[in-house]
């Protein structure tokens, strides 16, 4: 079959439920410098082992990450099951190097699948394709490894055996997807230079995956990363592809599209702050308002949006992250509708905000209120009705007496010189 066209078809539902977790935890919390520290400040194993030993998030309660996720308006959530310094938070049989050795003592991942799933939301997996843990993996002359270029580890790599780690992975993969009932979506993270497709003999890999979750979805970082695409926006896509493209802190400012012009599904990845794991001084969140204009920016696109949140090494959310992702989700609670199952609409991005689209509704993000009567391009004598999204009631949709001169354009006029919802006011508008 066409991968094409299977990847369409796969991602039906994820592309009505567009708005999803991502979750960054690791013993990485302790140093609390995210998720890259081992790496960027070039820590060994053995100094980085008193965060493993010391690892107790006894405020871990997946339950109420599940809820706020819920109560946000996700329909899904991703969690790092391992990360790049190959830390595990699930019971491997493959590895020491697991949350059970840890002072936790339990399957962090399990405990995570069963909250999510109670609450109704789809279960992801994330998987770091790098490993700075493991002893067959790369790292004198490896790029992002903590001990490149260090001398003292230079002798050591003529022992390593890199397909002894591609078995790992894919042992690991094989347990995650083997122990958890049934996964939504995995997202490998991610290729570089030579480390990238069959280097992790990703078609056998991609067979395996299939296999055991048929109806999983499969992110692009086989061979892709936040900056390389791969080639899932080729005409001719290689088998391990992915079903989706994984921005990474960016809204493509068109969307993705691939080489024959047809839609690539993609899944804008974001932070809240400017970590993903959790950085005790970083305090530079989003407003609510940034970020429902990136849920609507990314809809209005064809797009989903993994919003990230990075717990402390306590377990817990950080408190502005909940604090945003409530005032989302009363946004969601809302306005919804204007975003599950829709997508881009064939208009031009409006001058007072954004459209998006669900078949015959059409629903006008209003950001700016202006001056006089809100103008609607193209829309003249094609509403059936208005109506405001937040309490469904009546808009009127009118000609005013000084508009004679833009036959081609709807109107509606708010009345009060400011919009309802300064966040973002959205009317649905039914076409005939
Ligand atoms: C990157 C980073 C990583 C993060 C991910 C999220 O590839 O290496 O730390 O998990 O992107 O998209």
């Given at each position: 079959?066409?991968?094409?066209?299977?990847?369409?078809?796969?991602?039906?539902?994820?592309?009505?439920?567009?708005?999803?977790?991502?979750?960054?935890?690791?013993?990485?919390?302790?140093?609390?410098?995210?998720?890259?520290?081992?790496?960027?400040?070039?820590?060994?194993?053995?100094?980085?082992?008193?965060?493993?030993?010391?690892?107790?998030?006894?405020?871990?309660?997946?339950?109420?990450?599940?809820?706020?996720?819920?109560?946000?308006?996700?329909?899904?959530?991703?969690?790092?099951?391992?990360?790049?310094?190959?830390?595990?938070?699930?019971?491997?049989?493959?590895?020491?190097?697991?949350?059970?050795?840890?002072?936790?003592?339990?399957?962090?991942?399990?405990?995570?699948?069963?909250?999510?799933?109670?609450?109704?939301?789809?279960?992801?997996?994330?998987?770091?394709?790098?490993?700075?843990?493991?002893?067959?993996?790369?790292?004198?002359?490896?790029?992002?490894?903590?001990?490149?270029?260090?001398?003292?580890?230079?002798?050591?790599?003529?022992?390593?055996?890199?397909?002894?780690?591609?078995?790992?992975?894919?042992?690991?993969?094989?347990?995650?997807?083997?122990?958890?009932?049934?996964?939504?979506?995995?997202?490998?993270?991610?290729?570089?230079?030579?480390?990238?497709?069959?280097?992790?003999?990703?078609?056998?890999?991609?067979?395996?995956?299939?296999?055991?979750?048929?109806?999983?979805?499969?992110?692009?970082?086989?061979?892709?990363?936040?900056?390389?695409?791969?080639?899932?926006?080729?005409?001719?896509?290689?088998?391990?592809?992915?079903?989706?493209?994984?921005?990474?802190?960016?809204?493509?400012?068109?969307?993705?599209?691939?080489?024959?012009?047809?839609?690539?599904?993609?899944?804008?990845?974001?932070?809240?702050?400017?970590?993903?794991?959790?950085?005790?001084?970083?305090?530079?969140?989003?407003?609510?308002?940034?970020?429902?204009?990136?849920?609507?920016?990314?809809?209005s696109k064809n797009g989903n949006i993994l919003l990230n949140v990075g717990p402390d090494a306590r377990?817990?959310?950080?408190?502005?992250?909940?604090?945003?992702?409530?005032?989302?989700?009363?946004?969601?609670?809302?306005?919804?509708?204007?975003?599950?199952?829709?997508?881009?609409?064939?208009?031009?991005?409006?001058?007072?905000?954004?459209?998006?689209?669900?078949?015959?509704?059409?629903?006008?993000?209003?950001?700016?209120?202006?001056?006089?009567?809100?103008?609607?391009?193209?829309?003249?004598?094609?509403?059936?009705?208005?109506?405001?999204?937040?309490?469904?009631?009546?808009?009127?949709?009118?000609?005013?007496?000084?508009?004679?001169?833009?036959?081609?354009?709807?109107?509606?006029?708010?009345?009060?010189?400011?919009?309802?919802?300064?966040?973002?006011?959205?009317?649905?508008?039914?076409?005939?």
């Amino acid at each position: 079959m066409d991968l094409r066209k299977a990847r369409q078809e796969r991602t039906v539902q994820f592309r009505k439920d567009r708005f999803g977790m991502f979750i960054h935890w690791g013993i990485y919390a302790i140093p609390a410098r995210g998720e890259w520290v081992r790496s960027q400040e070039r820590i060994s194993v053995e100094d980085y082992q008193p965060f493993f030993d010391s690892f107790n998030p006894y405020e871990y309660d997946p339950k109420a990450w599940a809820k706020l996720a819920k109560e946000a308006g996700m329909k899904y959530a991703v969690l790092t099951t391992k990360h790049h310094d190959g830390f595990c938070l699930f019971d491997s049989k493959l590895t020491d190097y697991k949350a059970t050795n840890t002072p936790a003592g339990r399957d962090l991942v399990r405990e995570y699948v069963d909250a999510f799933r109670a609450e109704g939301l789809k279960i992801g997996f994330y998987y770091s394709l790098l490993d700075w843990h493991h002893p067959d993996y790369p790292a004198y002359a490896d790029r992002n490894h903590p001990m490149r270029g260090n001398e003292a580890v230079r002798e050591a790599e003529k022992e390593k055996d890199f397909s002894r780690y591609v078995e790992y992975l894919h042992g690991q993969v094989r347990e995650l997807l083997t122990n958890y009932g049934k996964i939504d979506i995995i997202w490998f993270d991610f290729s570089y230079g030579e480390m990238s497709g069959e280097k992790w003999e990703a078609t056998k890999l991609v067979k395996m995956v299939r296999e055991l979750q048929p109806g999983i979805l499969i992110d692009n970082r086989l061979e892709g990363s936040g900056d390389a695409v791969g080639s899932i926006k080729t005409a001719n896509p290689n088998f391990y592809a992915g079903d989706f493209d994984g921005p990474e802190q960016i809204i493509p400012p068109e969307g993705v599209i691939d080489e024959l012009g047809d839609p690539v599904p993609w899944e804008a990845c974001l932070t809240l702050n400017d970590n993903w794991g959790y950085t005790a001084k970083d305090h530079n969140y989003k407003t609510p308002e940034q970020v429902v204009r990136a849920i609507v920016e990314c809809v209005s696109k064809n797009g989903n949006i993994l919003l990230n949140v990075g717990p402390d090494a306590r377990g817990n959310i950080p408190e502005e992250s909940v604090q945003i992702l409530k005032a989302v989700g009363k946004w969601m609670k809302k306005n919804g509708k204007s975003i599950y199952g829709c997508s881009r609409c064939e208009l031009d991005k409006p001058e007072w905000g954004r459209y998006t689209q669900n078949g015959k509704f059409l629903y006008a993000h209003i950001y700016d209120r202006g001056i006089g009567p809100t103008a609607f391009k193209g829309l003249a004598g094609k509403i059936k009705k208005a109506r405001l999204l937040m309490d469904d009631s009546e808009i009127k949709v009118e000609k005013p007496w000084n508009a004679g001169q833009y036959p081609e354009y709807a109107f509606i006029n708010f009345g009060s010189t400011t919009l309802p919802d300064p966040i973002d006011t959205v009317v649905e508008l039914e076409l005939e």
